[in-house]
């Protein structure tokens, strides 16, 4: 089988975690990193070596040096701000993306973007939402399209984050903290449209006044959004990075015509379980615990219960089978800009806002 040479740009914390991941896969070779800082560019040289053995990668500082190399597949993992740029940049360029998410933060940018996916269709655009490869979340997604839980018609979720974990004391702030909470979105309503093959229609946005933790976090740190989709359901989410709550976790529900999931709310995220009440199974007495978590049976690689694994193996078969990503640019334009709207219906008392096609961002 062929092997792709692989790359990435941004060496943050989750950027060198994705590189690590793309770097182990068997069909990529270790190639090149670009980073504009020299001190994470040897902590990355060191890591590679150590767990590739390859001593023969390429660093830069210069993403057009960079992009002159015979890189092929890239991991953009940089700046919110950056993300779209610096993918129609290696798109254009003719090399494969997978983009960090939200993979892009205004509608400018949406536009660049699209204009690169659609000027450069050989080469496969993916966009990097891992919550879409937790185990549970796929399970899900089998009992819906199964006919389990018949017609979706209300859902939920809920990102709860307290600000203490996005800001270090100590440390700078990073990006998340001047966003306005609600706009980071894609980790909730990316699995929801995923499980449920639909795609946004209608979005309003309500933020609180009250910021309590300013200081940390001076966006917003925590809103609503509610949405109608394509096909007529309702979805609900919570982002709350302001609210006291020890562990970061993710939480979800499904109400539908024939069932409803819901996966548990306390202990720790990584083994909570599915409670399912389905209508659908007959003589089914009481709510069912389905023992599905975000991890696979047997298998924890690439971080967040091997999701992080499983979406980067979804993004190199696209490659080596040459069909369509997954993920892929519409996907990811459904899931950002829907949190871009709910800031602004936020701001402009809670209006509803109608969510653009794919096709207006390519006029």
């Known amino acids: 089988m062929k092997k792709i040479k692989g790359g990435c740009i941004g060496l943050g914390p989750r950027g060198s975690h994705l590189m690590e991941i793309l770097f182990s896969n068997p069909n990529i070779i270790p190639y090149a990193v670009c980073d504009l800082d020299e001190a994470k560019l040897e902590k990355a040289r060191k890591l590679i070596e150590d767990k590739t053995g390859v001593k023969d990668v390429q660093y830069f500082t210069s993403v057009e040096e960079f992009l002159k190399t015979d890189v092929e597949a890239v991991v953009v993992a940089t700046h919110i701000d950056t993300h779209a740029e610096l993918s129609a940049q290696a798109l254009n360029a003719g090399k494969h993306v997978i983009c960090e998410i939200p993979n892009i933060a205004n509608f400018d940018q949406a536009r660049i973007l699209a204009k690169a996916v659609k000027d450069n269709p050989k080469s496969k655009f993916m966009v990097g939402e891992n919550c879409c490869y937790w185990g549970f979340i796929n399970t899900w997604k089998t009992m819906y399209e199964d006919g389990l ?31 306005s909470a ?20 209608e979005i309003w946005g309500f933020t609180p006044d009250i910021n309590p933790i300013e200081d940390d976090h001076p966006g917003p740190p925590n809103g609503v959004a509610m949405i109608k989709t394509k096909k007529g ?17 993710h939480n979800y529900v499904i109400y539908g015509s024939k069932g409803s999931l819901e996966n548990q ?10 409670y ?3 209508g659908s199974i007959p003589n089914t007495e009481s709510v069912l615990t389905i023992p599905t978590k975000i991890s696979y049976p047997g298998v924890n690689t690439g971080g967040h219960g ?15 089978d040459d069909t369509k990503p997954p993920l892929d640019l519409e996907f990811g334009l459904n899931i950002a800009i829907p949190g ?9 008392g809670g209006r509803s806002i109608k969510m653009p096609s794919l096709d207006e961002f390519l006029k």
Do not use: N
Request: hydrophobic share 40%.
């Open 149 to 179: 839980i018949g017609t979706a018609l209300f859902c939920e979720a809920d990102y709860l984050h307290m600000s203490q974990s996005i800001v270090k004391p100590g440390q700078p702030k990073t990006w998340r903290s001047y966003l």
């Open 182 to 201: 609600i706009t980071y979105m894609t980790h909730d309503i990316g699995p929801l449209l995923y499980i449920l093959d639909d795609t946004c229609d």
């Open 233 to 249: 359901a309702l979805i609900k989410i919570f982002i709350g990075f302001g609210v006291q709550k020890r562990e970061q976790c």
């Open 265 to 274: 709310r306390t202990g720790p995220f990584a083994a909570r379980e599915t």
């Open 276 to 278: 399912a009440d389905l």
């Open 306 to 320: 091997g999701a992080d694994g499983r979406m980067m193996e979804a993004f190199v078969k696209c490659i080596l």
């Open 340 to 348: 871009i709207l709910a800031d602004i219906s936020s701001k402009e």
